[in-house]
């Protein structure tokens, strides 16, 4: 088993695994693990970006942030859930199951923020015990993959664009759910810069609303000419 799944506390890792679907499902089983899932976002926010910035000293603000973006994707964190076995470990609903949820790359990919999330409150909030095991997972990305897709993040480009052409500014997502099932829902947000909506844009999750919100406001500039 992979060390981050050791856990002294083990109904903090059960939170961990535990999907909104299945919980929504037994409704005595208490909390899900979304407040999880943000920690842990956090978390490997900054391991990533401290890593990528010690890996690469040559590289600007700009490279390393596409880097970023890349490294904790939906689809890198997937792989990395399956890596250290998350994926049959899930506590999801009937309905998330017979949807594929065990394979489902949003999902593994919320999980593995989750467990991380508590990995770290697990070890004292110790964020040098969380790094030790996540390192070694963004050592075994091959570095064409991370370059291939930190040249296509929408978000980056968009923003790349703002601050060369408009504000040192970084652009702002609002992101809401507006419907779907508790396995599947759905997100709409909008991309602003100074108050201006600039994009708007669906997915299944706030990431892809995100990422479809700068797709649109993309589009949009290169309509106008000014891509």
Not at 100 to 119: D, K, R
Request: aromatic share 8%; glycine share 8%; charged share 30%.
């Amino acid at each position: 088993m992979h060390k981050i799944l050791t856990f002294r506390d083990q109904k903090l890792l059960r939170r961990a695994l535990t999907h909104r679907s299945y919980v929504h499902e037994n409704p005595g089983e208490g909390e899900h693990n979304e407040r999880l899932e943000f920690l842990g976002d956090a978390v490997l926010n900054f391991l990533s970006g401290e890593y990528l910035y010690r890996c690469h000293p040559e590289k600007a603000e700009d490279e390393l942030t596409r880097r970023r973006s890349a490294l904790v994707d939906e689809k890198q964190l997937a792989k990395f859930a399956l890596e250290v076995g998350l994926d049959f470990r899930m506590r999801l609903g009937k309905g998330a199951i017979r949807d594929g949820g065990f394979q489902n790359p949003n999902l593994l990919s919320c999980t593995f923020e989750a467990v991380v999330g508590a990995y770290y409150l697990d070890n004292d909030s110790n964020i040098e015990t969380v790094r030790a095991v996540v390192e070694p997972l963004f050592d075994a990305v091959p570095e064409q993959i991370v370059v291939s897709r930190s040249n296509v993040d929408s978000k980056n480009r968009f923003q790349e664009w703002v601050q060369r052409n408009l504000t040192p500014t970084l652009p702002k997502y609002m992101t809401i759910q507006i419907g779907g099932l508790s396995h599947a829902p759905e997100f709409v947000a909008k991309v602003l810069v100074d108050e201006k909506e600039y994009g708007e844009g669906n997915g299944r999750n706030k990431k892809d609303a995100e990422k479809a919100a700068a797709e649109d406001a993309l589009s949009k500039l290169k309509k106008q000419g000014f891509l």
